[in-house]
C-alpha cells in the first residue's frame, strides 16, 4: 500500500505547536493580570493529559488550563496535539482520510464565561490539521446578554474590527467571507436566533501557500489577545443586578444547546478519543433553563 506525499502543512507542525502553546501563554498572563486588578488571586491550574500510543489508539495529549475568579466566573484555555488514525466511520467525513485514516492535530481552544452580565462571554479556537491534505481552521465569536444595546454594539465593533484587520493583512476577501460563514455557524435552528454578535469563522483553510496561512492563523490569534480583554476591562467596572444576572443564565442554557447538539469542535474531540473534561470545558459553571 503506498501513501501519498505529506502536504507542506507537515512540515509545520512544530511551528504551529508553538505558536498555539505561546497564545496560551498570554492568553494566561493577561487574564490572570486583569483578576489581580479588580483584586483577585486566582490562578490558571494546568492539567496534562496524555492518550497512550500503539499500533491501535491514537497518541498526543494536551494541557487543560481552566481559572475561576472574580471577573472570569469560568474560563479555559486548552492547547492539545493529537495524531493517530481516524475510525472508518470518521474518516469519511475528513479531506485527505478517507483511504488511509491517519492524522494529525493540533489547537487551541478559549472558552469565557463571566460573573459580570455587562461583560459578554467569549469563545476563539484555531487549529492545524494534517492528513493527506493539510489546512488551518478556527475562529472566534462574542456573546453577550443582550445584542440591541449601544454597549453591545460598541464591543461587537472592536471585535469585528480587530479581526477584518487580521483577514485584510492577507486577503480583503476573507473578513466577509469568514464573517458571513460564522453568521451561519453559530445559528440556534431549534430556536430560530443566533448565538451572539458573531466574529469569524472558517475550516480547510489552504490558500495555497502553508506558510502564510499560518502566519494568517498567528495575526487571527493575536486579533483575539487584543481585542476580547480591552473589551473585558472596559466592562467590568459596571453595576449590574440580580435581574440581569438571572437573565445570564438563562442565556446561558442557549451557550450549552449549540456547544452540544451543533459544535463540531466538540464532536472532533469525543470522536478522537480526546479528554472529555477538557472538551467540556466550554461549558459554563452555572446556567438555567425555564
Not at 474560563?75 to 492524522?103: C, D
Request: glycine share 10%.
Amino acid at each position: 500500500m503506498t501513501h501519498p506525499a505529506p502536504p507542506p502543512h507537515a512540515a509545520l507542525q512544530q511551528p504551529a505547536r508553538a505558536w498555539f502553546e505561546s497564545l496560551r501563554d498570554q492568553l494566561c498572563t493577561t487574564f490572570e493580570t486583569i483578576e489581580a486588578a479588580q483584586g483577585g488571586q486566582p490562578h490558571f491550574v494546568r492539567t496534562p493529559w496524555q492518550r497512550p500510543t500503539d499500533d491501535a489508539s491514537p497518541g498526543g495529549g494536551g494541557v487543560m488550563s481552566v481559572m475561576k475568579g472574580k471577573v472570569f466566573e469560568k474560563v479555559g484555555v486548552n492547547v492539545s496535539t493529537v495524531f493517530g488514525t481516524f475510525s472508518e466511520e470518521f474518516r469519511r467525513q475528513i479531506p485527505g482520510a478517507e483511504e488511509h485514516g491517519g492524522f494529525w492535530a493540533s489547537g487551541i481552544s478559549v472558552v469565557a464565561h463571566m460573573r459580570s452580565p455587562r461583560v459578554p462571554a467569549a469563545h476563539f479556537n484555531t487549529r492545524m490539521l494534517v492528513t493527506s491534505r493539510g489546512w488551518f481552521g478556527g475562529g472566534g465569536d462574542l456573546t453577550p446578554l443582550r445584542l440591541d444595546t449601544p454597549e453591545a454594539a460598541t464591543d461587537a465593533a472592536e471585535f469585528h474590527a480587530a479581526f477584518r484587520t487580521a483577514c485584510d493583512r492577507h486577503d480583503p476577501a476573507w473578513y466577509p467571507r469568514y464573517k458571513e460563514w460564522c453568521d451561519r455557524y453559530f445559528f440556534l435552528p431549534h430556536r430560530n436566533e443566533p448565538r451572539g454578535a458573531g466574529g469569524i469563522f472558517f475550516d480547510q483553510h489552504d490558500s495555497g501557500d502553508a506558510k502564510a496561512d499560518l502566519e494568517f492563523t498567528r495575526d487571527v490569534g493575536r486579533a483575539f489577545l487584543q481585542a476580547f480583554p480591552s473589551i473585558v476591562r472596559r466592562r467590568m467596572p459596571e453595576p449590574w443586578t440580580p435581574e440581569e444576572r438571572e437573565a445570564l443564565l438563562y442565556k446561558r442554557g442557549r451557550y450549552v444547546e449549540f456547544n452540544l447538539l451543533y459544535d463540531r469542535g466538540t464532536l472532533f474531540g469525543l470522536k478522537t478519543g480526546g479528554n472529555t473534561e477538557a472538551i467540556l470545558m466550554s461549558l459554563p459553571p452555572e446556567a438555567r433553563w425555564a
